[in-house]
């Protein structure tokens, strides 16, 4: 089975802290996708890989920025952590072509103070 | 990607079937439909995919009208377990763009 691993399940930062979220997947999955979730919001994609050192913004980048050196990372970085951005994060992969279902890590619960 | 639309909530009682409906009245010809669910605190989990036929396995049944226009998600003997919120998406496959999930249908299940 392809395994998502997100590398925290809790987090707590400070205001302005800059704050890494790295997520792994384990299939050789060229896209990955970086997803948050609130309380009556569902799900929001903030960015999303195609490719090694490819990046698309979804509806929501502003204030996240993302790294793909590697096939099986994909980064999520907020360069300034705010309030708001309190939230539970979602990685997901997915292999382009053929069977197209998306598998998801089990999530980070980010409290920024 | 065609827009869905999906009840808020639903419930059932255990051991029924739970039908779960979505429409997609803007569907394309080359758009799949797909179905996932979240149980809380959990990822999204993928459950079943389709294009125009019927579609089974282990986990569910996909029913899709013939105009494409709508479908519905069949768990056929509902348990606890199944309590989660389900998500219908439809989009074209073989292609790297993003993936938008709308808000869902939280289903209850009674005991």
């Known amino acids: 089975d392809v395994k998502v691993t997100q590398s925290s399940r809790y987090l707590v930062k400070r ?15 060229e896209n990955m996708f970086w997803y948050r979730q609130d309380p009556g919001l569902g799900l929001r994609l903030i960015y999303f890989s195609y490719d090694v050192k490819m990046k698309e ?34 990685c997901a992969s997915r292999l382009t072509g053929g069977d197209e279902k998306l598998f998801f890590g089990s999530g980070t619960q980010l409290s920024v103070l | 990607d065609a827009k869905t639309t999906q009840p808020t909530s639903m419930d059932c009682a255990e051991g029924r079937a739970a039908n779960l409906p979505c429409n997609h009245s803007t569907i394309s010809g080359n758009e799949y439909v797909y179905w996932y669910r979240q149980i809380h605190s959990q990822g999204p989990q993928y459950i079943i995919h389709g294009l125009k036929n019927n579609e089974t396995n282990e986990m ?38 993003k993936i938008i999930f709308g808000s869902g249908t939280r289903l209850s299940i009674r005991p």
Request: net charge negative; aromatic share 6%.
């Open chain 1, 57 to 90: 913004k979804g509806d929501i980048p502003e204030g996240y920025s993302v790294s793909r050196e590697k096939k099986e990372r994909f980064s999520l970085i907020l360069e300034s952590a705010s309030t708001n951005q309190t939230s539970m994060y979602l």
């Open chain 2, 60 to 97: 569910a049944s996909l029913i899709i009208t013939e105009d494409r226009k709508s479908s519905t998600l069949i768990l056929p003997h509902a348990t606890l377990r199944d309590t989660a919120v389900y998500y219908c998406i439809v989009r074209v496959d073989s292609s790297a763009s």
């Open chain 1, 15 to 29: 205001t302005g802290e800059k704050v890494f979220l790295e997520c792994v997947q384990d299939m050789d999955h």
